[in-house]
């Protein structure tokens, strides 16, 4: 089974506009970490943010908040107020503290910001 | 502090050559890996280590050899290079077992196997 799972390959947004980023897990280790990672067309890897499985309250980062629902095991980015440069691949990985310390990354969403 | 360099940028080479891509980070980070990136499949791991001398295979390991000697140097081994190869490598580093650690990536090797 997948460990990360992103069910849009491809989104678009308004500038200014507001828009979430779906993302799935699944672990059974009691110890985790949910990352997002942007990848503009240069291909750097920029990390934007990080959701402890035991934080109690969503992350936050500028723009960038994450929709932490650890029952429905899903950890969905929210941009807010869209600008030309957010257009990017968005990618979801995530950390097992217990078992390998491997990261685990989705297959990616791309969003192209409408002007 | 240069974080995590990769060399060389770009290689090209032909089926059943072989050649070592570079990684060397300055922070101290015990975990170090390997991914490949191909379109529509998101970063794939292929080795990891979690110390000098400590090696483990990952997801796509076939056709690769690591090693690490020291705690800063991940070199990246292709055997007998094939075109299925061929995609974008990304060396990353992190500090391990800490409650909270990103990967640092290195910027990329981008690898044609012709």
């Known amino acids: 089974a997948q460990k990360i799972t992103q069910t849009q390959p491809g989104m678009f947004v308004q500038e200014k506009e507001a828009v979430t980023l779906d993302c799935t897990y699944d672990t059974s280790d009691p110890s985790y970490g949910l990352f997002w990672y942007k990848q503009p067309s240069s291909g750097e890897m920029i990390f934007l943010i990080y959701q402890g499985s035991y934080d109690q309250q969503n992350a936050t980062e500028g723009r960038y908040s994450l929709n932490f629902q650890k029952a429905r095991k899903s950890a969905n980015l929210v941009i807010s107020a869209s600008q030309l440069g957010d257009s990017a691949m968005y990618f979801c990985a995530m950390r097992e503290w217990d078992t390998g310390n491997q990261f685990y990354f989705g297959t990616g969403t791309s969003l192209t910001v409408i002007p | 502090n240069a974080g995590v360099t990769q060399t060389p940028k770009f290689q090209v080479l032909k089926t059943g050559q072989s050649m070592t891509l570079q990684c060397a980070q300055d922070?101290?980070?015990?975990?170090m890996s390997w991914y490949r990136q191909d379109p529509g499949m998101g970063l794939r791991l292929i080795h990891y280590s979690v110390g000098a001398g400590i090696t483990d295979q990952g997801e796509v390991p076939n056709g690769y050899n690591v090693s690490r000697s020291t705690t800063e140097d991940f070199p990246l081994r292709l055997l007998s290079a094939a075109p299925s190869q061929t995609s974008v490598y990304f060396c990353?580093?992190?500090?391990?077992?800490?409650?909270?650690?990103?990967?640092?990536f290195g910027p990329g090797t981008r690898l044609t196997v012709l």
């Open positions: 990353a580093s992190s500090p391990y077992r800490a409650t909270y650690n990103e990967q640092f």
């Open positions: 922070m101290n980070h015990e975990y």
